[in-house]
């Protein structure tokens, strides 16, 4: 069902294949909320951070690039699509998913979560920051002081004590780990090619994963790394299978049969569904901060889409999130 649309559908299955675009939005809600706790287990298996994450996308880019290549006959083989795809791998895997991978060394899964859900705000804004017509509304301006206050509820009872140091290193790195998400979408918005998406995908991912394992030894400590632990074999073997190569294509399955805006509906709930497992399966901390982080945050999303929409409004509608903004 996932990969149907590499195949193509006949008109009279359309019916039939926006009942399953919805239930594969359903799954990436519920894979890509838990994919920030099964990170937190990794690297508490693992602390080198960059080779785990690493050892993720490289084998998950393997399997989709190879599935692309059995099922498409579609493929790009130019040197400008590889170093394309290889740029964009970089921004959303090497930089998003390795620092978001580091960071939850240092603070808490649903915390991470609750941050990565900006991307939309962060997407938005280097839209507009473009050459273009779209501007600042007073929709877009709410939602983005939203988004900070957000965030200062998450830090501001870590900011002044020192001992709170890699905490806050934490909050940082998984904010520029946001923002390159945000630029590798809009990025590779920009770059439309008639290739199939699985080979695209699997060379975004396996390029993200390379550059992730040529940094890791200059950043992670390999000091009593075991690779045979239990814990950590099952949560990368999760996070391969049902965190990358199933959710990354039935994104791409809901994407290209459901509206944008019915799409990343997922990005609403990734959040609450990362905060409930950490709350219940790990014993992170749920206080009222995080409430009201969470509740300020998500509307702060979602004013500034619908601030963005109304922009749109008079024209075409414009896709700005070309990739997952949920997948730790």
């Not at 600042?136 to 206050?149: E, K, Q, R």
């Not at 509608?317 to 990739?323: E, V």
């Amino acid at each position: 069902m996932i990969f149907a649309l590499i195949r193509g559908t006949p008109a009279r299955d359309i019916m039939n294949d926006k009942t399953k675009a919805y239930l594969a939005l359903i799954y990436i809600c519920i894979a890509w909320g838990t994919t920030y706790l099964l990170i937190k287990i990794g690297v508490e298996a693992y602390p080198a951070a960059f080779l785990f994450a690493g050892v993720r996308q490289v084998l998950a880019g393997l399997i989709l690039f190879g599935i692309g290549l059995a099922t498409n006959k579609n493929r790009d083989y130019s040197r400008k699509n590889i170093l394309r795809q290889a740029f964009v791998g970089f921004l959303l895997l090497t930089c998003g998913n390795g620092l978001v991978t580091w960071s939850e060394k240092h603070i808490p899964s649903g915390i991470a979560a609750l941050i990565c859900s900006l991307m939309p705000i962060f997407a938005v804004v280097f839209t507009l920051s473009g050459p273009g017509k779209e501007k600042i509304n007073p929709l877009i301006a709410t939602g983005l002081i939203l988004g900070v206050v957000g965030v200062g509820f998450i830090v501001k009872d870590e900011i002044s004590f020192q001992s709170q140091t890699m905490y806050l290193y934490g909050i940082i790195g998984t904010l520029i780990a946001t923002c390159t998400w945000a630029f590798g979408s809009v990025k590779n918005k920009k770059y439309p090619t008639p290739a199939n998406p699985m080979f695209n995908s699997g060379l975004q991912l396996l390029f993200g994963g390379l550059f992730m394992l040529l940094i890791s030894p200059a950043v992670d400590d390999y000091t009593g790394i075991w690779v045979w632990k239990t814990d950590g074999m099952v949560s990368l073997a999760l996070l391969i299978v049902f965190g990358s190569v199933i959710a990354y294509a039935a994104y791409i399955f809901a994407l290209r049969t459901l509206p944008v805006g019915i799409t990343t509906l997922y990005a609403y709930v990734n959040p609450l569904v990362a905060v409930l497992m950490g709350y219940f399966f790990y014993s992170e901390e749920l206080n009222l901060d995080t409430a009201i982080a969470f509740f300020t945050i998500i509307t702060g999303v979602y004013l500034v889409n619908a601030g963005y929409r109304r922009q749109q409004r008079p024209q075409a509608p414009t896709q700005i999130q070309a990739q997952p903004a949920g997948d730790a």
